[in-house]
């Protein structure tokens, strides 16, 4: 194995871990959909300087005081993500968004100092955790013998050697009372098997759903400022199916479900300072702290060979703390008369700094090694945000946007697993570049209006149903499947001023 690989096998090792949390998932919990209002989206997200919309209190705070008058809005979607998988369906009807805003004007008489207190609530779904996978496993076997197997009679040979053994191997390996999928020799050690076919398939649903309180002033319409108090409620689950053929004809299934809730909260700053007085030119500047949650976990996984129940594994729910990365946030706004709005954002987040932390700290060993693992597997990731608004008429809008968010991973990020742990799933996917195009219209009337957009996301990925390095020759090892998290979204919001 290379050094990376060798560093972070023994991290996970040597933690002898109970749970089963990894840096995979800690990506989970850290990402962003791009969500909010029908305008928010088509513009694609990029409104952090320009404001004036419900769902700026959740990226730049700043931009709620822009607002001088009462609005209300709610916003409506479906969400398109291929066919259905593990029985559930492929589409989703969702409510996404809910807020209110409540402008004090302050009356004073001079242009300048303090013009507006705002004071805003609004709700909005930040993931909606809907995926679909289906996938033929390509560069199963090989003269090097490509199979799951072989990673499982790996750490079943560390249990055997350490007596200390993990859910994964302890089901997987014969015993005098159970047949297995693995057999031992007469050293009783464990060797895998060659395999001819595999497929695999998973589900993943749920929301992350964030609210968020925000209080923001406007300084003699020159200087913005804002402040956000989240709270989020997460609830993640996914399900997921492996068969693979062995070269002695004999097949074994492998299902594993894995579930999460949390709750947590976070502290969100903007500006948007007007650097010329007599232009529209608008700079914002923002920063969220991490979101601190407070997490449930429950996992297991049953295993079959030739349709024989082999055996069923476990592990009830347990508590534990997660904090995300820190997020920085700079963007530019501009409008050319009351006809057009541009902006442009930029984000970053290092992902590497996600961490796990222990309730008691009796496990804090554990939380130690996997954070360590974190900074080996995620790295920085920049999202780009630009969006324009083109009004033909004074009631109606026309809106384009684009959204851009690089890969987390680096480029030889996998998956370790610890021996002794309770982590039954070998899969993971090293996700690309994501890609969101959006469009929509708007209609004023009156003091109401309705807005329109449609998202198309676009993202593809390596995905390993299992970790399989050849050490002598490593382009024996197992390729990636190439795979992709491609959907659509369609939007309406409706809103009015009063």
């Not at 799951?148 to 055997?160: K, M, S, V």
């Not at 159970?178 to 695999?200: H, V």
């Not at 913005?224 to 989240?230: A, K, P, Q, T, V």
């Not at 997490?295 to 729910?317: C, H, P, R, W």
Request: glycine letters at 10%; aromatic letters at 16%.
């Amino acid at each position: 194995m290379n050094n990376i690989k060798n560093i972070m096998l023994l991290s996970a090792l040597v933690c002898g871990t109970a749970y089963a949390q990894d840096s995979y998932d800690a990506h989970t919990f850290s990402s962003s959909d791009l969500n909010g209002t029908a305008r928010f989206v088509a513009m694609g997200g990029a409104l952090g300087a320009l404001g004036g919309d419900l769902s700026v209190a959740g990226t730049n705070p700043a931009g709620i005081a822009m607002f001088r008058s009462n609005e209300a809005a709610i916003t409506a979607s479906g969400l398109f993500a291929g066919s259905g998988a593990m029985n559930h369906d492929g589409s989703r009807m969702s409510l996404d968004q809910g807020g209110l805003v409540i402008s004090f004007d302050l009356d004073n008489p001079s242009s300048k100092g303090l013009q507006y207190v705002n004071l805003g609530i609004n709700f909005n779904k930040k993931n909606n955790y809907l995926f679909n996978q289906k996938t033929n496993v390509q560069n199963i076997g090989g003269f090097y013998n490509v199979s799951q197997t072989y990673q499982i009679a790996a750490l079943a040979n560390f249990c055997w050697y350490d007596e200390s053994w993990g859910m994964l191997a302890d089901m997987s390996a014969e015993t005098d009372n159970r047949e297995g999928i693995l057999s031992y020799d007469d050293e009783g050690y464990y060797d895998g098997i060659k395999a001819d076919a595999a497929y695999y398939e998973k589900a993943t649903f749920g929301s992350k759903m964030q609210g968020d309180v925000n209080l923001s002033f406007n300084f003699s319409d020159q200087v913005f400022l804002g402040l956000s108090m989240g709270v989020y409620d997460l609830d993640y689950n996914r399900e997921s199916f492996y068969t693979e053929l062995n070269t002695d004809g004999d097949v074994y299934d492998f299902t594993n479900w894995y579930k999460t809730k949390g709750d947590g909260f976070d502290v969100k700053f903007g500006a948007i300072v007007r650097p010329i007085e007599d232009s529209p030119f608008r700079i914002g500047f923002h920063v969220h702290t991490p979101i601190w949650y407070h997490m449930t976990n429950a996992n297991g996984s049953e295993l079959y060979k030739n349709d024989k129940f082999i055996d069923s594994q476990s592990v009830g729910e347990y508590d534990y703390k997660y904090h995300t990365p820190w997020l920085f946030g700079v963007s530019l706004g501009h409008t050319i008369g009351k006809k057009i709005a541009l902006g442009a954002e930029y984000e970053y987040q290092d992902m590497s700094t996600s961490k796990y932390s222990d309730i008691d700290n009796y496990y804090s060993a554990y939380y130690n090694g996997v954070n360590n693992i974190t900074k080996n597997v995620l790295r920085g990731q920049h999202t780009l945000k630009v969006g324009a608004e083109f009004k033909p008429a004074n009631n109606f809008a026309v809106r384009l946007g684009y959204n851009f968010v690089s890969s987390p991973f680096k480029s030889d990020a996998y998956r370790p697993l610890a021996y002794s742990g309770d982590a039954t799933e070998t899969d993971y996917t090293n996700w690309k570049a994501m890609n969101r195009f959006c469009v929509g219209l708007g209609y004023r009337y009156k003091g109401g209006y309705i807005d329109i957009a449609y998202q198309y996301q676009s993202q593809n990925g390596d995905f390993y149903a299992f970790d399989n390095y050849v050490e002598n020759d490593p382009s024996q090892s197992l390729k990636p499947t190439k795979i992709n998290n491609n959907r659509s979204q369609i939007m309406a919001t409706f809103g009015f001023k009063f």
